[in-house]
């Protein structure tokens, strides 16, 4: 049986924004709505495998005096019942009844066997079941769902209970990361954080009544149009009013000013009383209230604020330390109520990737006659062969990329990208694999998923054919990787992770270097400068050179290391793009036109070092080693390192 997960979620920001965003559909001058959410460290661990009806069983012991074992059989009409019921395995048969609807799916036996997270506590155990169900679906007969289609499916099939669950809820099926989630009518955005410092939550179940049926009920009769002042308050106060303060914690998330987010949620709580807790008697929340004040807290928090739907449910706050964090804890279990840890742990920011591969292969001719050079064959560690670009995509997943764009050189080189990332093999190949392979055969199809193509229509240079990825990178960071380059780390860290950790403790244009003999520096980018550590691997550089001179590089482009004596570097392969690289290729294709050179090739490294003249460029020094696979050498010795 396969394992699976599925934490609960937190809104730490925008808790009812996502309903009220909704709205837009009817009337347009509502503003969009926008929430913080995480998934928790608790949740649902479960066992699945295929069944002939759809089943849920429990052993376990946090389920005991709730439970008892499920059936029903995979007939449309049946689930559709159950989820009508409002009986405890409703969110379940909804679900399931929307994957046998849209996609024709035998049944399944989900067996809970631990589940830790606390029911009707504001913490969405509900959508949690529902989004557990969705992948179990999707995981065992192979649907090939991104996390948002599971996300989809287990919001509308929680619709068909008697449940009305917000947008946000299903934020779980992101694991237990911090993403931005926007609601503008029916479109979602979700969008992983930047954490600069680690944040100590604790949120705690109040013990308490609530009843979110009522608040959800009276809150709605705001929307879609305001008929008084008070209405008019609440929307503004889920509207403009929560988006500013969301963008403030946004901010404060990426600059780790932990105290400022802690006074922030405090400030949230305050406009949600003043603005929205009228429009609800079920709002009073004595005991929400009562906690969030307690003398005998204030000294371990920064902040604090209530939780979902708010009302006398769940309460949160931001502890100033590990240590306080856990006295809080417990405190709170030593008052009645039941407390839980959730400490966020910094993230990437850098989530998206670009490979070009449109070059011909020169080098290697007359082999890229009948084959391109990024699907050469290459034997890896793990005993598989697979070609150049798997190798570097895997690596880029591994790294934490969600979203890769491709520049491919033609329309027929995507539909061959398309055939085999997106392609499944046909039932007779796949007879063939053994069970290793039949699995990794998921694994290609989900890298398909990250994958967007552009194309360079037009050959001017590698600088041209990066600029055709500025739609694709928007105003982020952008990792850069060579498509005719893989690397091996010589750490557990990839060397695209080494590279993306120290672009995030500088936030500037980072390049990842290695040093190179003398004698071949005419053959590279090179750069130098002085090292801003003792370990010499962080370097402020100082200038680049396009292929320079031995006579050049020796004079003007030495790096001294800790015996005093001068080393070369060369650029790694790998860059990590700022929005002004963008910006400058853009003026240098318009130079070029003002100045009717349409025909100028655009280079990538003539608007790095105008990017690091104004505004500094970090080199570092990757602990791995690169192969080129354009170079003949470089692929003989793939195959001896591999």
């Known amino acids: ?8 979620r937190l809104c730490l920001f925008g808790e009812h924004s996502d309903w009220a965003g909704h709205y837009r559909t009817m009337n347009a001058d509502i503003v969009a709505g926008a929430a913080i959410v995480t998934g928790i460290e608790q949740g649902i661990y479960a066992e699945i495998e295929k069944s ?34 409002g009986s405890f395995f409703c969110y379940c048969a909804g679900v399931a009844s929307y994957m046998l609807e849209w996609y024709n799916v035998g049944g399944v036996h989900i067996h809970i066997k ?28 192979k649907l090939n769902l991104n996390t948002l289609g599971e996300m989809n499916i287990a919001y509308l099939g929680e619709l068909r209970t008697q449940s009305r669950c917000g947008r946000l809820d299903q934020a779980c099926a992101f694991g237990v990361k911090p993403s931005l989630m926007t609601f503008d009518g029916d479109e979602i955005d979700v969008k992983a954080l930047n954490i600069k410092k680690h944040l100590y939550w604790v949120f705690a179940d109040l013990c308490a009544d609530k009843n979110t049926i009522q608040i959800l009920s009276d809150l709605n009769r705001a929307y879609p149009f305001a008929s008084n002042d008070k209405e008019k308050r609440e929307q503004a106060a889920l509207g403009e009013k929560n988006r500013e303060i969301v963008d403030r914690a946004v901010r404060y998330m990426a600059d780790g000013n932990v105290e400022a987010l802690g006074k922030l949620m405090t400030e949230a709580e305050r406009l949600f009383n003043e603005e929205i807790a009228p429009m609800s008697k079920a709002l009073t929340a004595p005991k929400l209230r009562y906690v969030l004040t307690d003398p005998n807290i204030q000294h371990l928090i920064y902040g604090g604020k209530g939780v979902g739907s708010h009302g006398d449910g769940s309460v949160q706050f931001l502890a100033r330390d590990e240590a306080s964090q856990q006295e809080l804890v417990d405190y709170l279990n030593s008052n009645g109520m039941m407390a839980y840890k959730l400490t966020i742990c910094p993230v990437h920011t850098v989530h998206k990737a670009i490979v070009p591969v449109a070059g011909f292969g020169t080098r290697l001719y007359p082999a890229t006659r009948c084959m391109k050079k990024d699907f050469f064959p290459i034997p890896c560690k793990d005993g598989m062969i697979k070609p150049v670009i798997l190798v570097i995509l895997e690596e880029l997943v591994e790294s934490g990329i969600d979203e890769i764009c491709l520049v491919l050189g033609s329309e027929e080189e995507r539909e061959m990208y398309r055939a085999y990332f997106e392609t499944p093999l046909p039932a007779d190949h796949q007879s063939k694999l053994s069970q290793h392979n039949l699995e990794y055969e998921n694994t290609i199809l989900n890298i398909g998923k990250r994958l967007r193509y552009v194309i360079q229509n037009e050959k001017r240079g590698f600088g041209h054919a990066v600029y055709q990825t500025r739609d694709f990178a928007g105003n982020e960071p952008v990792l850069l990787m060579l498509g005719d380059t893989i690397y091996r780390s010589d750490t557990s860290k990839t060397c695209a992770l080494q590279l993306i950790e120290n672009y995030e403790r500088h936030n500037k244009l980072t390049l990842a270097i290695h040093s190179i003999p003398l004698a071949e520096v005419s053959r590279y980018g090179m750069l130098c400068g002085v090292w801003e550590d003792k370990s010499r691997t962080i370097m402020n550089v100082s200038e680049m050179a396009e292929k320079p001179t031995v006579g050049y590089a020796e004079e003007f482009l030495g790096v001294e290391n800790e015996s005093g004596e001068k080393e070369y570097y060369s650029v790694f392969g790998q860059y990590i793009l700022t929005p002004e690289v963008y910006e400058q290729l853009a ?52 195959y001896r390192n591999f």
Request: aromatic fraction near 8%.
């Open 1 to 8: 049986m396969k394992q699976l997960f599925v934490p609960g």
């Open 52 to 85: 002939p009806v759809f089943k849920l069983t429990s052993d376990a012991p946090e389920m005991e005096g709730l439970w008892h074992d499920f059936s029903c059989r995979m007939q449309e009409q049946d689930l559709k019942h159950v989820a009508r019921s």
């Open 114 to 141: 631990k589940m830790t997270l606390p029911i009707k506590s504001g913490l969405s155990s509900s959508a949690a079941i529902c989004v557990l169900v969705a992948r179990a679906f999707n995981i065992l007969y």
């Open 587 to 638: 003026a240098d294709i318009l130079e070029a036109y003002e100045n009717k050179d349409d025909g100028r090739e655009i280079e990538l490294t003539t608007a790095l070092e105008t990017v690091r003249k104004n505004y500094g460029m970090v080199g570092v020094k990757i602990d791995g080693q690169m192969f080129d696979m354009g170079n003949p050498e470089a692929l003989k010795n793939v």
